[in-house]
């Protein structure tokens, strides 16, 4: 991208409403209850031609002390710094407050470049707030509405000759974001995260796990908002970060809590965003805390993950804190082994965010995930594992009818999936499915990742059947020669 556009502004002004048009996609919350952004979210936005990155920051509020509007705003001013270019929006129809004047002040002092947006200009109530608008001192107004759309071109001129000085930046700078995992990719590619397709993780658990306390560790500075309030995390924040060399984009989402506890909407919303994060990921961590590990919240978010078909990480957060570690880090893998059976082998870390301990453990505990995510097998290998899994334990022959399984061949990877050619296919139980991943993921080194298997009805043909007969044998060539006799005796040539 070839600059960064921060949106900034009071509370409810229509930051994340202009950040999705410009964006394309509805990333951001969005809810007429003010202050529901309280992270920074980046994404890729245009306008026409012109390609950069936009940054959807928290309303500015008159609070500096540590509560939680404090946080919020010295995060907001630290994304102006950080920014080429401001867009400071005023809400047109509530005119200029005295709150716009005091942070039309700041943005004149922490950025050289702001440009003033009038939202909510649509119709003759704004002509009064436009002429107000120039008494802050930051020129002429672009009078836009971000919900339809109006005042796009307005504001892509103003941003031409920017766009024009930033042209040259390096482009491989700004990730590819939403990286798409489907079932349509090469089953045979093997995954490289690169900077333009990082590696996608989702950090998820329960409120105040600690979620963003461990990405702010991670990347190494205060990106997202942390502080001792649970559910302070609204929308899934995307970073990126080269960790130990691998590109990754990070997800960091909204606590979840019990279905029956959340009411309001703006909480469903911040749940759905969590969701969709998951679905985007290639490895979900999966945040405990080390003193209420395993409630029932975090096993449906650990099964979520698993039936979304992505590789997961348990990790054990404020570890720093606790006193009988050896103890403890038993308890957790019997209980792991014993509420998640399906995630078998998974890794468990423990990690502290707050002092950073166990993030290298961590790290490396992703990295394995992901490989293992991609595993491939061929089919030699598996027809091979499948006659000696047969031997060592048949099927059943439920009410007689005898069980034959033919052939097993990978059909994607990511998770891995496999499909085994059976008779009766309806009729295996679901002890023998079990019995049969147990063995793929023990004989082919496949711990704690989601494998999918499929039986299917082969019937009576033989998938090597043409390959064997295609060429024809020396007694055909004799019979097609001499000729073939009918029942009746009469010869055929």
């Excluded at 950040?19 to 996609?25: A, E, P, Q, S, T």
């Excluded at 436009?130 to 001192?137: K, N, S, V």
């Excluded at 339809?148 to 390096?170: F, Q, S, W």
């Excluded at 809590?257 to 909480?267: G, N, P, S, T």
Aim: aromatic share 4%; hydrophobic share 40%.
């Amino acid at each position: 991208m070839s600059f960064t556009l921060a949106i900034v502004g009071r509370p409810n002004v229509g930051k994340s409403t202009l950040f999705n048009r410009l964006v394309g996609k509805k990333l951001a919350l969005v809810d007429d209850q003010p202050g529901v952004t309280r992270d920074l979210r980046e994404g890729a936005g245009r306008i026409a031609d012109l390609k950069f990155t936009v940054i959807d920051s928290a309303g500015l509020e008159d609070a500096t002390d540590d509560s939680l509007q404090g946080r919020m705003r010295r995060l907001t001013e630290r994304a102006v710094e950080m920014a080429d270019v401001c867009l400071f929006m005023i809400d047109a129809r509530a005119g200029v407050l005295p709150a716009d004047q005091v942070f039309a002040e700041i943005l004149r002092k922490k950025n050289a470049n702001v440009i003033l947006a009038a939202n909510k200009g649509e119709g003759r109530a704004a002509d009064a707030t436009i002429l107000e608008a120039y008494a802050l001192g930051l020129g002429e107004p672009i009078r836009i509405s971000a919900e339809h759309g109006e005042g796009m071109g307005e504001l892509m001129d103003v941003l031409r000759p920017i766009y024009d000085a930033n042209v040259e930046k390096a482009e491989a700078d700004a990730p590819d974001v939403d990286v798409d995992v489907s079932d349509d990719d090469d089953i045979d590619a093997i995954r490289v995260p690169t900077r333009e397709k990082p590696l996608q993780i989702a950090v998820v658990g329960r409120p105040n796990a600690g979620k963003s306390t461990l990405i702010n560790q991670i990347i190494g500075e205060e990106r997202l908002l942390t502080g001792p309030e649970a559910g302070i995390t609204r929308d899934a924040i995307s970073v990126q970060q080269d960790w130990d060399g691998v590109p990754m984009r990070i997800f960091d989402t909204a606590g979840m809590r019990k279905k029956a506890k959340v009411q309001e909407k703006l909480e469903k919303l911040s749940v759905s965003d969590g969701l969709r994060a998951v679905k985007f990921a290639e490895v979900v961590v999966v945040l405990l805390d080390a003193e209420i590990p395993f409630e029932q919240q975090d096993l449906r978010i650990a099964d979520l993950a698993e039936r979304e078909g992505r590789a997961v990480v348990i990790a054990v957060n404020k570890w720093d804190v606790e006193e009988n570690k050896q103890d403890k880090l038993k308890e957790l893998k019997e209980e792991f082994a014993r509420l998640l059976p399906q995630l078998k082998g998974a890794p468990l870390v423990t990690v502290s965010a707050k002092t950073g301990k166990g993030l290298d453990r961590l790290q490396q505990a992703i990295m394995r995930a992901h490989q293992v995510w991609n595993t491939r097998a061929t089919t030699a290998q598996l027809n091979r594992w499948l006659t000696g899994m047969l031997e060592q334990h048949p099927p059943p022959a439920p009410g007689g009818r005898r069980i034959k399984m033919r052939y097993a061949t990978q059909v994607k990877t990511r998770p891995p999936a496999f499909v085994v050619m059976s008779s009766f296919p309806d009729l295996v139980p679901e002890s023998y499915r079990r019995y049969l991943v147990n063995g793929l993921r023990n004989d082919f080194d496949m711990p704690g990742t989601p494998i999918r298997l499929y039986l299917r009805d082969q019937g009576d043909k033989n998938p090597y059947k043409d390959k064997k007969t295609s060429q024809p044998s020396r007694l055909s060539k004799h019979l097609s020669k001499a000729g073939t006799t009918d029942r009746a005796g009469k010869s055929k040539s």
